[in-house]
């Protein structure tokens, strides 16, 4: 039963069966929670940098690890939402039937554009209700 739950699984067909600025809207949502997680992890980034700089010599080195492993998941991070995003919108937009080469690459683009657009606004929006007393 579970083998066929997973089977039946396709998140791309529903993309595919779904209007593009469904696409647009939640990969916005998930690029802002992406944001959000990756903030995170570059201010703990500078609470362990301060309080090496307080400590002893070895603590600078112990840091600077720390610091290269995070740098490293937030680059991870990164490139698998670029890389499913680009995977998922290429995919729609061949689906719904536009051409290969340049229309496809500003259908990409357009989309890419738009959904960090929305989620730059979604942050800026939330900044400004969380920062009113």
């Known amino acids: 039963?579970?083998?066929?739950i997973l089977?039946?699984?396709q998140p791309i067909q529903f993309f595919m069966e779904s209007p593009i600025w469904v696409t647009i809207v939640i990969f916005a949502v998930i690029g802002f929670f992406r944001k959000l997680l990756t903030?995170?992890?570059t201010m703990g980034f500078e609470q362990?940098?301060?309080?090496?700089?307080?400590?002893e010599p070895g603590d600078a080195i112990a840091s600077s690890i720390t610091f290269l492993i995070g740098a490293f998941i937030v680059a991870v991070i990164n490139v698998i939402y670029?890389?499913?995003?680009?995977?998922?919108s290429l995919s729609v937009l061949t689906y719904k039937g536009v051409d290969n080469g340049f229309p496809v690459a500003a259908g990409l683009c357009i989309i890419v554009l738009l959904s960090w657009g929305l989620s730059i606004l979604a942050h800026k929006v939330i900044d400004k209700l969380h920062k009113k007393p």
């Open 1 to 4: 039963m579970f083998v066929d």
């Open 7 to 9: 089977n039946r699984f």
């Open 39 to 41: 903030a995170s992890i």
């Open 48 to 55: 362990a940098i301060e309080e090496s700089d307080k400590g």
């Open 82 to 88: 670029i890389f499913s995003l680009s995977y998922v």
